[in-house]
């Protein structure tokens, strides 16, 4: 089973950038890396995917070391609106989600 | 951008009363997934289908809860009879082969009393 850690909880200002580290010991070959968004009686939101080294797309940056035994999601200058909960998840795609799980995520809160 | 449906947004029922939630995924998706969410935890696997086929319900409680994906379109998850403890966040998701990553819907808020 594909277990992550994340820190509970992180606070940061506006305008900063927030790195959000997950640990994911156990990865296995063919996993991959999955960040997801989730807001207040919303589903989770699907933010960036990773394999290896750095993945980048419009609203995130993924870092993810040689060993991808952990991987960092970078939000550039955040703003009030990024205060979500974040998830990293870890499994190969399309294959049995019961081998990846959720976990309890990180509460991001960004402050004025 | 396409959305996954799911419907009721809200529902109240009574303990031992039967209830169901229904989600349409995304066009052309052939996996689908119903999550539950209790408040405070992350989204916890309940059942996944592809097609019309179960690939995975080992969490599924299976004395009181059925899902089915008879045409591998749509998809309905049931609970009989609802407990206390069922109150929750229902998230239904969908996937597809050639994008990463899951696209969820707005869920169903369950509330037993």
């Known amino acids: 089973l594909a277990k992550t850690t994340q820190p509970i909880s992180m606070d940061s200002y506006e305008g900063q950038e927030v790195n959000i580290t997950c640990s994911h010991n156990n990865i296995a070959t063919n996993d991959y890396i999955t960040w997801y968004q989730q807001f207040p009686s919303q589903g989770p939101r699907f933010i960036i995917q990773g394999y290896k080294t750095k993945v980048t797309n419009e609203v995130a940056s993924l870092f993810i070391p040689a060993d991808r035994k952990s991987s960092t999601l970078s939000l550039p200058r955040v703003s009030l609106s990024d205060t979500a909960v974040y998830y990293c998840?870890?499994?190969?795609?399309?294959?049995?989600?019961?081998?990846?799980?959720f976990g309890d995520g990180t509460t991001l809160t960004v402050k004025p | 951008e396409a959305e996954v449906a799911q419907s009721p947004r809200y529902k109240i029922t009574e303990k031992s009363q039967a209830v169901a939630f229904w989600c349409d995924p995304i066009s052309g998706h052939a996996t689908l997934y119903w999550y539950r969410q209790i408040l405070g935890q992350g989204p916890e696997l309940l059942v996944q289908f592809q097609d019309e086929s179960v690939v995975d319900d080992s969490q599924l409680p299976k004395d009181r809860f059925s899902a089915e994906r008879l045409k591998g379109v749509d998809s309905t998850l049931k609970i009989q009879p609802a407990e206390l403890g069922d109150s929750a966040m229902y998230l239904c998701a969908s996937s597809s082969r050639d994008r990463g990553g899951y696209t969820f819907g707005s869920g169903t808020r369950l509330t037993v009393v």
């Open positions: 998840l870890v499994g190969a795609p399309n294959t049995n989600a019961g081998k990846s799980t």
